[in-house]
């Protein structure tokens, strides 16, 4: 039987990915120890683990490679697509925010303001509806440096602990939405494999945290 495949967000997640599967019943010793492997037997071979960047899981599920994947909540909003976001799956909490100095004024500000991000469509759409006109630059990894450079005003990033603002002097101004890790399904998949999608969701959802 073809096994059902799903990819997996690499990093944070995985863990509280793993961890979720033990619940579950599901045999995962291959996942505990992947080394360089990146697609993995789980439960005897019924279920085959692929692990991805995760908008790479978007990507692989969206095409329908994959049946299933684990990706976080801003990873979807940043690249919408055709997959099914079916579970929210409780790990992986922290939340999107705008950042900055203390003193930076930037909600009372007027004239022109920058705000760096990984985030570009999440930014562009929280400031379009809050009528600010935002100048946006691209940061692909430690945007916290933007504002201590002097880049931009702000940032906005995911929050988790608070401790990577803190250590560098930023403070949230703003939270712009919870986050957590989300359960997505193909369509084609979610028609062809029905019955056996349902019932691995509806096994997640009996072990969630
Ligand atoms: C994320 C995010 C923040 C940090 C927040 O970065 O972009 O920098 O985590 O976590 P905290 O509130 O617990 O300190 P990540 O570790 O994914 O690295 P990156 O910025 O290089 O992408």
């Known amino acids: 039987m073809t096994p059902i495949r799903i ?10 990915s793993v961890a979720m599967f033990k619940r579950m019943g599901i045999e995962c010793e291959a996942l505990e120890k992947p080394g360089r492997r ?24 969206d095409h329908g490679v994959c049946d299933m994947g684990i990706v976080g909540k801003d990873t979807l909003e940043e690249h ?38 990984k985030y570009d469509s999440i930014a562009r759409a929280y400031f379009k509806q809050k009528g600010m006109d935002v100048r946006l630059i691209h940061i692909s990894g430690s945007v916290e440096l933007a504002p201590l450079l002097g880049l931009s005003d ?25 986050l957590s890790a989300r359960l997505i399904i193909n369509p084609a998949a979610m028609k062809l494999r029905k019955s056996e999608l349902d019932a691995l969701t509806a096994k997640m959802e009996a072990n969630l945290k």
């Open 7 to 16: 990819a997996i967000t690499k990093g944070r997640l995985l863990d509280s």
């Open 38 to 61: 990146l697609i993995l037997p789980l439960d005897g071979g019924r279920i085959e683990a692929v692990l991805a960047k995760g908008e790479d899981v978007v990507t692989y599920v």
């Open 80 to 117: 919408p697509c055709g997959v099914f976001e079916v579970l929210d799956l409780g790990f992986g909490k922290c939340r999107m925010a705008v950042a900055g100095r203390p003193d930076s004024g930037f909600f009372s500000s007027g004239g022109e303001r920058t705000a760096a991000t």
């Open 154 to 178: 702000v940032i906005v990033d995911i929050v988790e602990t608070g401790d990577t603002l803190r250590a560098n002097g930023l403070e949230v101004l703003e939270e712009v939405c919870p």
